[in-house]
């Protein structure tokens, strides 16, 4: 395991992920996580919703996973994820149901937004560390809603039996530190979670 990376994910990708960034060296960086859950079958009769105001430097976005072929939307969430580049955007607010795959586009007629679809959720931090500062972040993904704070909601409409909703919440600490430890790069791969860490590169030259 990457040092730092605390994964408390449980076999059902719930939990609390902590990373604590140490490179030893000033500068500007991010940390991206994308998850895409599953909730119930069929997965393409979701919604989501951003609830809350996110803090400086977060970033996010809600999105069709941009794996499969859909005809209403195609996502740019993974591609952005890799990039550093959430849109702060929610792609699938629309709750008309799409339970048959046959909403809109998908149905043969012309493409619909408000169409339910299947959502996968990023959230990321931009951040600047001194030489004697480390990053710790946590992502915790819940059935249960926070109670505070700016937090993201994937919901299914189509089934009473299993949980309908899945929350997405992060936060960032910038802590003073005298034991510098390697820089790191990351990207893992769980239950179709990804995570990035980067050092961002000067645009000066």
Known sequence: MLPGLTNGFNA??????TFTFNPG?????????????QLHVPFFNEYGAAIGVP???????????????????????????AANAFDNTNHVPGTKSNFLNNCGANGG??????CNNDVSMGMGFNFVLAANQLAVIT??????????????????????????NLYLQGGISIQQTGVPEPSSLLMLGTLLIGVSVWRRRSLTR
């Open 12 to 17: 059902n990708g719930l939990g609390t992920l």
């Open 25 to 37: 060296v000033g500068g500007s960086y991010f940390f991206d996580l994308f998850v895409d859950y």
């Open 55 to 81: 803090s400086a430097g977060m970033t996010w976005q809600i999105d069709e996973p941009g794996l499969g072929a859909d005809l209403n939307r195609f996502g740019t969430i993974f591609a952005n994820h």
């Open 109 to 114: 007629g012309p493409v619909d937004p408000t």
């Open 139 to 164: 992502l915790t993904t819940s059935h249960v809603a926070p109670l505070s704070g700016f937090y993201l909601q994937q919901t299914q409409t189509d089934d009473l039996t299993t949980p309908a």
